[in-house]
């Protein structure tokens, strides 16, 4: 089945029923019950459901719980734990009635064919569910972005080369790179004997549990780990043990504590030699002074940087804060260049973030894939480039000259925006500064 087609029925159904306020998680951990008992052939109970005599949402509720406690009972158990609601209140009941009516309308309309349709229709709910700015939009990454992650995994040829892959998400929220991940690795392996293994840190419990329903769905790994931990500070999540492990590290991390550079250092800690370290970052690292500026000279010293890819504004489910993707190896090449990638503008409106489309989505695919470097989207920089402009790594240094300079199409509305950006890039760097000398002045006093 076709993800669109998938995410065309939860849109539509979600559209004239809407889900109970503040259980969006709920709804998503049921759903998850029947789709695992759907992947265990389980589910006549519920196709029957659909004649007279109907029974009722209780009745349907009670029977499938009983067939999950005899297929799963560790999912049983879990599913329980999250459901202790009053049977005054009639919520249980109306959070297993939106769950198992989207089961049976894609039931219907023959979306859950196979696993692949199982694991995608759990993955489009979860999005579906977060644009509506619920408790899971934190906790979600977009489906555009991961797609990007998915598509630099891809293209890593030593993966497909290996008889095993570990993966670590330290800030995995409701898993959806390490979902993509697998599903990636899993598909692209060369052994018949591929295995793989997946560990995920996140701070709530039932965003945990989400992540573990997921994974469970996906049936491209055997190994995981879902584990309960704070972000701050990452030290406590990455054991020294985890050190020269994990092939992949990858990870929306944590944003606004200005403790984005901890989390790097850590992946990279984290991260084999051979391994690739992907994060989702905002733009502040990319410019600001002191320990992020730090890392950036740390990064084009050791030619660690691989690529950066440069995103729209507007892109997640609960913050406007500006982000990029960037990609880091401990071992490349000596002169190897470092790939930027342009996708700023082209981007589409969706119901209340933009998103990609697919589209850029292709171009993106393309230039990743090192068939479009000509493009004007994608440039190759040398570490002597970046150290001239003080390993300042925001696209305006790199983009603005290059459409200047040469021939290429310049993106539409790039010439408005560029002043206000430099100066608003150049203001936060005198702020940094003003700052650094009072603390100066005040530790002097």
């Not at 087609?5 to 306020?21: G, Y």
């Not at 401990?330 to 981007?347: C, K, S």
């Amino acid at each position: 089945m076709d993800n669109n087609q998938i995410r065309s029925i939860i849109t539509r159904f979600f559209s004239w029923e809407k889900p109970v306020s503040y259980h969006e998680m709920d709804i998503l951990l049921c759903f998850g019950c029947l789709l695992r008992l759907k992947m265990a052939n389980q589910v006549k109970f519920l196709s029957d459901a659909l004649f007279f005599p109907r029974p009722t949402t209780t009745e349907l509720k009670d029977k499938a719980l009983r067939t999950l406690q005899q297929t799963d009972y560790k999912l049983h158990k879990l599913v329980v734990s999250h459901l202790p609601f009053s049977p005054e209140t009639k919520e249980e009941e109306r959070i297993w009635d939106t769950a198992i009516h989207l089961f049976q309308v894609l039931e219907q309309r023959q979306c859950l064919n196979g696993q692949e349709d199982v694991a995608l229709a759990f993955r489009e709910l979860l999005y579906a569910l977060s644009e509506s700015s619920s408790p899971l939009a934190e906790s979600t990454t977009p489906r555009d972005i991961v797609s990007l992650i998915s598509t630099l995994i891809q293209n890593d040829s030593s993966a497909s080369q290996k008889e095993r892959a570990a993966i670590l998400d330290p800030a995995c929220g409701t898993g959806g790179f390490l979902s993509q991940a697998l599903h990636t690795l899993h598909n692209s392996s060369r052994s018949p004997d591929f295995r793989l293994s997946a560990e995920g840190f996140t701070n709530d419990r039932k965003i945990a549990d989400l992540c573990s329903v997921g994974l469970s769905l996906g049936g491209d790994t055997s190994d995981y780990s879902i584990q309960r931990g704070s972000p701050n500070p990452p030290q406590q999540q990455l054991p020294a043990k985890f050190s020269e492990k994990f092939d992949f590290v990858i990870s929306h991390i944590p944003f606004g504590n200005r403790q984005e550079h901890l989390h790097l250092q850590a992946m990279m800690q984290a991260a084999a030699p051979s391994a690739s370290v992907i994060a989702l970052i905002p733009n502040g690292v990319l410019f600001r002074m002191g320990q992020d500026e730090h890392l950036r000279h740390e990064w084009i010293e050791n030619n660690q940087l691989d690529t950066l890819i440069y995103l729209p504004d507007n892109l997640l489910y609960s913050t406007r804060i500006p982000v990029s993707i960037i990609q880091l190896k401990h071992t490349r090449e000596a002169d190897a260049p470092v790939r930027l990638l342009d996708l700023y503008h082209g981007q589409v409106m969706g119901k209340k973030q933009s998103q990609l489309g697919e589209e850029l989505l292709e171009e993106a695919r393309q230039a990743l894939a090192g068939r479009t470097s000509s493009d004007s989207r994608c440039r190759f920089v040398t570490r002597d480039e970046i150290e001239k402009n003080d390993c300042i790594l925001t696209r305006e240094r790199y983009f603005s000259k290059f459409y200047a300079t040469t021939n290429q199409p310049q993106p539409i509305g790039l010439p408005d925006i560029l002043a206000i950006q430099t100066a608003l890039e150049d203001t936060q760097r005198q702020l940094e500064q003003y700052y650094q000398r009072l603390d100066r002045d005040s530790g002097k006093s």
